[in-house]
């Protein structure tokens, strides 16, 4: 049986991209340097990407015809600072226009100010291990920030920092490729210092904005005998929400889950559907479990914003579906009085993912490899219906 059920007025619907992800040619930073490293787990080059770095313009437009209310982007800090103290003015005037366009068409710029890519230069001076470069963070949000006040509708710090210490410096598979824990450790406590830092920053220049912190959440379930290992998985996790808590808000970016035995991940479970190109299960009921939590351990303390959650998918009705569940574990957290601001899914284009290239396809929005075209999928339409109504019908299956 179908409810339709209203999501509170103001409730804020969006759609997110990151600067390397969709720009391309991004020559300055540590990714593309780990993208042609003989070696590296990278599937492929990132290359142009989406060209938006060139269509940017196209893809506030293609925003605005989703009816969407905000669109979360991140600036690219090689493009801006290519080499320690040379400041790229061009670069950020782009920046500054994109979120004119998007203010034109009363869409809320959410700006992220480092979406896992660091320069080139800084990585060669030891990265996110060093602890300096939590000030040459902060230095770079003060210049951005200073810029790009006028169009910031909300910022984000720093994106999923949990996972850059872990993929980074401890699992190997994210640039530098370093394995050792007790550095990802250290690493957390930088970024820790960087955010904390970034936030001064920022609220200098745009002392209204509400700034935050995204963090990367999984839904980590124990198995029998499993609740030691559900402990330690969720230790960094507590990290960044402890270090975040009372922020304007957290954004909360999660997936699937993970059950956990003795010995940790037991894997996908029988009966569970499995996305094929990212290897985890179909779990979209990981959001409300993850929300709960963040909530539960910062005590309420900031609001929360879905900033990250979706589905890499062939199959777009494989897409509506998982987010039509999200959704509804959406509305049971508000329906408890947990303060959800506005959901975002990731990601508007189908776009570069990381060591996995392009074969996974999160995007609202498919692009052709060749020409660039944006052409909205199914998926697109019907979130947009959402939006416009701000509700959702709650029961129903696709």
Same mark, same amino acid.
């Given at each position: ?204 220049? &745009? ?81 409300? &479990? ?28 494989d897409r509506i579906r998982y987010v039509q569940r999200a959704l ?51 998926? &697109? ?18």
């Amino acid at each position: 049986m179908e409810t339709k059920r209203r999501f509170p007025q103001g409730f804020d619907w969006g759609t997110a991209t990151a600067a390397h992800q969709i720009e391309g040619a991004n020559v300055n930073n540590d990714w593309w340097a780990w993208e042609h490293t003989p070696g590296s787990p990278c599937a492929e080059s990132s290359g142009d990407a989406c060209d938006s770095w060139q269509r940017g313009f196209d893809d506030v437009a293609v925003v605005a015809d989703l009816g969407l209310t905000s669109y979360r982007f991140s600036i690219e800090w090689s493009r801006i600072e290519p080499a320690e103290g040379e400041w790229s003015r061009a670069a950020l005037l782009h920046y500054r226009r994109i979120g004119e366009a998007l203010l034109e068409r009363d869409i809320t710029p959410v700006v992220t100010f480092h979406h896992f890519t660091t320069p080139q230069w800084l990585a060669a001076r030891g990265g996110w291990s060093e602890p300096s470069t939590a000030d040459a963070f902060a230095r770079f949000c003060d210049v951005a920030a200073r810029e790009l006040a006028p169009v910031l509708g909300r910022a984000c710090t720093i994106n999923e920092p949990n996972m850059v210490a872990f993929m980074a410096y401890e699992f190997g598979t994210f640039p530098p490729g370093h394995t050792d824990a007790d550095e990802a450790r250290r690493v957390d406590d930088v970024f820790a210092d960087a955010h904390r830092r970034a936030v001064d920053a920022i609220k200098q220049h &745009a002392p209204d904005v509400p700034v935050g912190l995204t963090v990367a959440m999984m839904d980590y379930q124990a198995a029998e005998g499993g609740e030691a290992a559900c402990a330690a998985a969720r230790a960094t996790e507590d990290h960044y929400l402890d270090a975040a808590a009372g922020d304007d808000f957290i954004g909360i970016q999660t997936y699937s889950r993970m059950l956990m035995g003795p010995n940790g991940w037991l894997g996908p479970q029988p009966g569970v559907p499995v996305v094929e190109t990212m290897f985890y299960e179909f779990w979209p009921e990981a959001l409300e &479990a993850t929300l709960r939590r963040a909530w539960e351990r910062t005590h309420g303390r900031s609001r929360l914003y879905v900033t990250e959650n979706g589905l890499a998918a062939d199959d777009d009705e494989d897409r509506i579906r998982y987010v039509q569940r999200a959704l509804e574990g959406v509305l049971r957290c508000l329906d408890d009085g947990i303060d959800v601001g506005g959901y975002t899914y990731w990601s508007l284009l189908d776009n570069f993912e990381w060591a996995f290239g392009y074969t996974p396809r999160f995007g609202l929005v498919e692009v052709d490899r060749t020409t660039f075209e944006r052409r909205p999928k199914e998926s &697109a339409r019907w979130l947009r219906a959402i939006a416009q109504s701000n509700t959702l019908d709650v029961g129903a299956r696709h």
